[in-house]
């Protein structure tokens, strides 16, 4: 026998029953999705490595050391897979005009490629819901973005989720901020780690996200960008936190949040469980105003987020909100092979209602015993069992018989005109 061949590492399977739980999940995410009106965008998974070079900057984490490139054998082209989505919607967006006639509220759900090590919460392949309005200026659209969020953990049932609030500013308020973070941790150099000695010049601000105890106390003693903001800046944040405070959420100001991308400014944000460990973060995002000018187009604001589907499905089960399991309604019993074609005949007539229905398969030797055709009915989840018995056909009947709950007798129901009584099976 061939050796079997195995899953990238960091890379997963999903398999049923846990892609209901997924799918569960997803159809949540469009719901909410509609009642925000935001439009769903799809772009490839695959881009020009230059998308991410340009959108999130040469010294990201996810640019230095975490992304899939490859040269296109055929041609030569550097590609990656797409480590996240914000820089290939803004292409969308650009390639396609779609600002043109005003702002844009877009999402997209879907696979994302990171080459960092695997643990809880941390694969190579994940998936991210986005959120990306495209083309609003104000305030208004950063609570607007953040309370969808909120909105999903309450119709999931998340329990408490903390938000973090931070301000970037602008980008002169950042420079300076910089100035002066470079000249502190300079000034106590011999306290920094090879990490933060690397980043030094590079990126000072991901310093203040170092997870290294040893070098908290200097980061936490660093200037803080929020002294360096001008009015304009404060009074965005100052708008956003009102809408928070008016429909009572709380948050936490957190002047250490940075996000790992070059693009953020004014509002950052993440929303965090406690229940998760080490990568208790399941949505962040802000608002990146100069990345469609610094992509090639005509400049526009934009403010978004992404959140990890396999972190809030582990809070799922962390807090015990268990999406229904997906059972078919009925299971078409069938004691012989004879009676297959008129069965289906009914069983095609029911699922065109709406019915969910699965028929017994036979195998080589026929259909099976009775006996182990209802093992499998009742292993199926069903709550109705189908019999379609030689004696009932001949009547032009099928047994309906109850397989959950207080049961009951089977009762017989007319084979024509099966979207009749389709209703009784159907589940609410
Ligand atoms: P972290 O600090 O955990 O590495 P990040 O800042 O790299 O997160 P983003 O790029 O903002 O994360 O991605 C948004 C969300 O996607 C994260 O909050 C998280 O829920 C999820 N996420 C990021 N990387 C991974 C991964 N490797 N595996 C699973 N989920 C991830
Ligand atoms: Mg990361």
């Not at 609030?165 to 306290?191: I, M, P």
Request: charged content about 20%; some cysteine.
């Amino acid at each position: 026998m061939a050796e079997p061949l195995q899953a990238v590492k960091g890379m997963n399977d999903i398999l049923p029953p846990d892609s209901a739980r997924w799918e569960w999940l997803e159809d949540k995410v469009r719901a909410l999705m509609r009642r925000y009106a935001y439009a769903n965008i799809r772009t490839p998974i695959v881009e020009p490595t230059a998308l991410f070079v340009r959108g999130l900057g040469q010294v990201t984490d996810i640019v230095e050391k975490e992304m899939y490139s490859f040269t296109d054998a055929m041609n030569g082209d550097q590609l990656s897979l797409r480590p996240e989505n914000t820089a290939g919607v803004v292409r969308a967006a650009i390639e396609h005009a779609m600002l043109y006639d005003g702002g844009k509220r877009l999402f997209y759900i879907g696979p994302m490629f990171r080459h960092e090590r695997p643990q809880r919460g941390r694969y190579r392949q994940f998936y991210q819901v986005g959120v990306e309005a495209l083309g609003f200026a104000g305030p208004d659209v950063d609570a607007e973005v953040i309370l969808m969020a909120r909105a999903l953990w309450r119709d999931l049932g998340l329990g408490e989720v903390r938000l973090e609030l931070n301000s970037l500013g602008q980008a002169s308020e950042r420079a300076a901020h910089r100035t002066a973070l470079v000249s502190y941790f300079e000034a106590n150099a011999s306290q920094l780690d090879g990490d933060a000695q690397r980043r030094l010049h590079s990126n000072p601000l991901r310093i203040l996200d170092s997870k290294n105890p040893a070098m908290q106390p200097l980061v936490n003693a660093a200037p803080q960008l929020m002294a360096y903001l001008g009015e304009a800046s404060l009074k965005h944040i100052d708008a956003v936190k009102a809408v928070l405070d008016a429909v009572g959420q709380p948050y936490t100001l957190n002047p250490r949040l940075v996000r790992g991308m070059d693009y953020y400014c004014h509002t950052v944000f993440e929303w965090v469980s406690p229940l998760l460990g080490a990568q208790g973060t399941i949505c962040g995002g802000g608002r990146y105003d100069g990345l469609v000018e610094m992509m090639g187009g005509k400049p526009a604001p934009g403010v978004g987020w992404g959140m990890g589907l396999e972190r809030v499905l582990d809070l799922l089960t962390q807090v015990g909100s268990a999406p229904p399991a997906a059972s078919p309604d009925a299971y078409a019993v069938l004691p012989d092979a004879a009676s297959l074609a008129p069965a289906l005949a009914t069983v095609e007539a029911l699922r065109s209602a709406g019915v969910a229905v699965q028929v017994h398969a036979g195998g080589k030797d026929g259909m099976g015993s009775m006996k182990s055709q209802f093992r499998k009915a009742d292993a199926s989840g069903a709550r109705f069992a189908l019999v379609f018995g030689a004696a009932e056909l001949a009547q032009g009947m099928v047994a309906l018989k109850p397989l959950r709950g207080p049961g009951g007798e089977q009762s017989l129901r007319p084979l024509e005109a099966a979207g009749n009584w389709a209703g009784e099976l159907r589940n609410a």
